[in-house]
């Protein structure tokens, strides 16, 4: 038996600074309870009421505290945690009892200690610094999948932008397309985005690159038909055949964005849409995400093939290295504080496999987690000043790409809005609001039509190889790739900004060197331009949404393709060989270095023929590491034993 009681929790700031708290209460009996204020010196805040119970029924119940100090000024300006137990870091036990209920409990905080003072007996524990003072202490990378800037906003009626109109076409075979809309949900074939095709539709049909050249000039974007009409680059068994002459002016059309894409237009419009953010290079979609983890892509510009699967995982399956030698998580780690990385996994296994695994020192489940935790995490106490979030990429081994959330252009829109929306809504509604940043984007173009001509870029400039192995093109780094959509998230930010700075994904290395102090990592994002001068308000806006728009019913996937038979062979480059080898680095992580399984793991994955030898693969590899992550990783939040 046991009785329902309350008590009202102050917090008295005893540091010589201005400085903001967040207060969290933790027990089995009642959900995380929380609440944040700004103190002066010396001031008193409050209260935040917290519910627990006494009696013998819940004598086996207890109570857990965790406190964050930000102090914008004085002796000591940084932010703080409060320590924790092996099992629970960042939270305090300590009991609320009878003589606690319906009291006045006034904590104290500083720098070096967080005291809980309990009339039935407090207690104390350290306070942690995890970093520098800065506008906001956490930022959010969504990164989803082949989208142009002007296929997702050319006709969005946002006042302000530079975009395509309808008087703008290509033509192909003496035929002009024009930009139009609405875009298909989902395309009926994938447009290329090699480095090939992408020289093509920049620079004109039939356009190609001179190796270790500066990038064909003019520009003119006037190649985006003819190549979508004729390339071969994405013929897979899911992508089985070219477009029909019905639908070569598909890479032309537009989304009628508030109709089709309600969600993303909703945060474009209540807070910052970039119209200049480019893909790092004129390519595919893994260079370009090696661009936003380290300001290079190690002198690639292709995707990946399956005569390069040993390059990467051996000879320990030690992973894609930088020649700085860091990644943008290495730097962060350098700066005394911590990230996170979480992966839709919602979808396919195969499609939930992240292709940030693929870097040096980051294993699949172990570094990873899933984003199904995403929304409670972060009403706790959360000391990820860098967070990554990757989708669910579909059904990648078959080519089709269904059922994911990235909106990869052979599966609807409609799976990355929901993914954007449960994003945005547990960041709003979290204690973490006021002072954090989200910024999503897209990691390269995917084929479609784009009005703008990139600009000359720096290259990194990092010692990368000219190695025509995986730069066929012989790119020197020297011109973004084609603007991509980006919009960025803070309540510091006021309604309805148009950016026209250019970016590009070093600029998130960009945004946490001018944040925190982080070191760059090559010459690009050394050069790169922060978002951080969008977050011009003195204040948290109190009029941001809390619940987004739905995303729209009509945009539904298209009509399911046939299922890929077993024996479909496995394209030998691409996505999918990107997988296996994610798959085979992850794999030989778990032999903690065993030479003979490792030897044997290369050997299997070499072997690997067809769609369902590599799924069969995925399946283990996925569940091993399940297993493994889940006996080495301690609960992130307290789950005290129930009440009786």
């Known amino acids: 038996m046991s009785t329902p009681q309350t008590a009202q929790v102050y917090v008295t700031n005893t540091t010589d600074g201005n400085a903001s708290i967040t207060l969290w209460h933790n027990n089995s009996d009642y959900p995380t309870e929380s609440a944040a204020w700004t103190a002066a010196p010396g001031q008193t805040v409050g209260p935040l009421t917290v519910h627990f119970k006494t009696g013998i029924g819940s004598l086996t119940v207890q109570d857990y505290w965790a406190l964050k100090l930000v102090v914008q000024d004085g002796s000591g300006p940084g932010v703080y945690q409060s320590a924790g137990s092996t099992l629970y870091p960042l939270w305090k036990e300590c009991q609320l009892q009878s003589a606690d209920a319906d009291q006045t409990l006034t904590f104290t905080v500083d720098t070096s200690a967080f005291a809980i003072n309990l009339p039935s007996g407090g207690t104390s524990t350290g306070m942690t610094r995890t970093g520098p003072y800065a506008v906001v202490d956490n930022v959010f990378v969504l990164m989803l999948e082949n ?166 995982i051996a000879p320990l399956g030690g992973g894609f290295a930088y020649p700085s030698g860091s990644s943008i998580f290495d730097k962060v780690v350098a700066n005394g504080q911590q990230w996170r990385i979480y992966v839709d996994e919602s979808g396919p296994v195969s499609g939930g496999v992240p292709q940030v695994a693929a870097l040096k020192g980051i294993v699949w489940k172990y570094d990873t987690t899933s984003f199904s935790s995403f929304a409670s995490d972060v009403q706790g106490p959360y000391p990820y000043a860098y967070t990554f979030i990757e989708p669910n990429y579909g059904d990648v081994l ?168 077993p024996d479909t062979p496995l394209p030998q480059t691409g996505n999918a060989q990107g997988l296996l080898q994610v798959l085979a680095k992850t794999d030989m992580a778990l032999t903690r270095g065993d030479l003979a399984e490792n030897a044997a793991i290369q ?16 399946n283990e590899v996925s569940a091993k590491a399940s297993q493994a992550a889940a006996s080495r990783n301690a609960p992130a939040a307290p789950s005290p034993g129930p009440s009786t």
């Open 147 to 312: 989208h142009s800037f002007d296929n997702m906003f050319a006709l969005s009626g946002i006042p302000g932008i530079t975009a395509a109109i309808t008087a703008d076409t290509n033509s192909y075979n003496g035929k002009p397309y024009a930009v139009g809309s609405p875009a298909p949900a989902a395309m009926p074939t994938d447009p290329g985005h090699e480095f090939a095709d992408v020289v093509e539709q920049l620079c004109g049909q039939g356009v190609t690159h001179t190796p270790w050249q500066p990038y064909n000039t003019p520009i003119d974007n006037s190649g985006f038909v003819a190549n979508y009409a004729t390339t071969t680059s994405e013929i897979t068994s899911g992508n089985p055949s070219l477009p029909t002459a019905s639908e070569y002016g598909d890479v032309m059309l537009c989304f009628d964005t508030p109709t089709q894409l309600p969600v993303i237009y909703q945060l474009a419009t209540t807070f910052a849409l970039c119209d200049q953010w480019h893909a790092s290079i004129p390519g595919p979609t893994w260079p370009n995400r090696f661009f936003v983890h380290g300001a290079s892509s190690a002198g690639w510009t292709d995707s990946p093939s399956a005569s390069q699967i040993g390059t990467w």
């Open 603 to 618: 050997a299997r994955v070499a072997a690997i023929r067809t769609a369902g030898e590599a799924q069969a693969y995925a």
């Open 398 to 565: 078959s080519g089709s790409y269904e059922g994911g959330s990235s909106q990869h252009p052979m599966d609807s829109v409609a799976g990355g809005e929901a993914l954007i929306k449960a994003t945005y809504e547990a960041i709003r509604n979290s204690p973490l609001w006021d002072r954090s940043l989200l910024i999503i984007t897209y990691d390269e173009h995917g084929g479609f039509y784009d009005s703008v001509a990139p600009t000359a870029a720096p290259p990194p400039d990092d010692g990368s190889p000219q190695d025509l192995s995986i730069n066929s093109g012989g790119f020197m780094f020297d011109v973004y790739g084609v603007r991509v959509p980006a919009v960025i998230v803070s309540p510091l930010i006021p309604q309805g900004v148009v950016d026209n700075t250019t970016y590009d994904h070093a600029s998130v290395s960009a945004t946490l060197q001018a944040l925190f102090g982080t070191s760059w990592m090559t010459q690009r994002d050394k050069a790169a331009a922060s978002v951080l001068p969008l977050l011009s308000l003195p204040s948290p806006r109190t009029d941001c949404p809390t619940v987004l728009n739905n995303p729209a019913s009509s945009a539904a996937p298209r009509a399911a393709a046939a299922a890929a038979s």
